[in-house]
């Protein structure tokens, strides 16, 4: 089974410009969350996505968006650009439900996207 | 709150044992989450603990969970250089849907 897949990888832009991030999560995968991670804030939570309904938000400006697709994919869009919102990206999917005996929020994480802003 | 806290680094021989330990302060976490980073990647799941239990190993990892003082450690045996990584514990809390709450990450460092 194919992993969480997210890009781009890597991704340069200028202040005052947007941004999408896409993430593909694990096949069958309903929950799709976004991380960002930086050197002085470390891995902080950005929100959640759960059959096409954010769920869950972290303590991010509205600058900050997303959304989730029927098929589970999510895309994270950022607008006007900062300095400050230099990171890597990450993406993490769950079944979010019941596997067996127990529930199976288990988060599996994507490679990533590093985006710079210049 | 959620806190999770981490000592920054730790040194360790190869060969030896590592043990990584992490702090939480919310008593309501259900799962906590060990992950590993290498340079340039995204985190890789080590292994996870339900909250009822004290102890799971698996292979080389072992995670003790201290619910009472709310202390989780990972110990690694006989450890290799390419253990070299970040380890991050985390902790989930289903009643606020999926968000995990990860620690500051402790680099582990394994010299020859």
């Known amino acids: 089974k194919a992993g969480v897949t997210q890009t781009p990888r890597y991704l340069i832009k200028t202040r005052g410009q947007q941004v999408t991030l896409s993430c593909s999560p694990i096949s069958g995968h309903r929950s799709v969350s976004w991380y960002q991670q930086t050197p002085g804030q470390g891995l902080q939570f950005l929100f959640e996505?759960?059959?096409?309904?954010?769920?869950n938000k972290g303590n991010f400006p509205g600058r900050f968006s997303g959304r989730q697709f029927s098929n589970s994919r999510s895309e994270m869009n950022v607008s006007t650009l900062e300095l400050g919102d230099s990171a890597l990206y990450l993406c993490a999917s769950s079944l979010a439900g019941w596997g067996g005996l127990e529930r199976t929020d288990t988060q599996y994480f994507g490679p990533g996207t590093r985006l710079t802003v210049l | 709150g959620e806190d999770v806290e981490q000592s920054l680094f730790l040194s360790v021989r190869e060969g030896d044992s590592s043990v990584i330990n992490c702090t939480y302060t919310d008593s309501s976490s259900t799962y906590l989450y060990w992950y590993k980073q290498e340079p340039g990647a995204g985190l890789q799941l080590l292994t996870y603990i339900f909250s009822n239990m004290d102890m799971k190993q698996d292979q080389r990892l072992t995670v003790l969970l201290n619910k009472k003082d709310k202390h989780l450690s990972l110990r690694i045996a006989d450890t290799q250089t390419g253990d070299s990584a970040i380890y991050f514990c985390a902790e989930l809390n289903t009643g606020t849907a999926s968000k995990l709450t990860f620690g500051t990450g402790t680099r582990l460092q394994v010299t020859l």
């Open positions: 996505y759960f059959s096409e309904t954010q769920r």
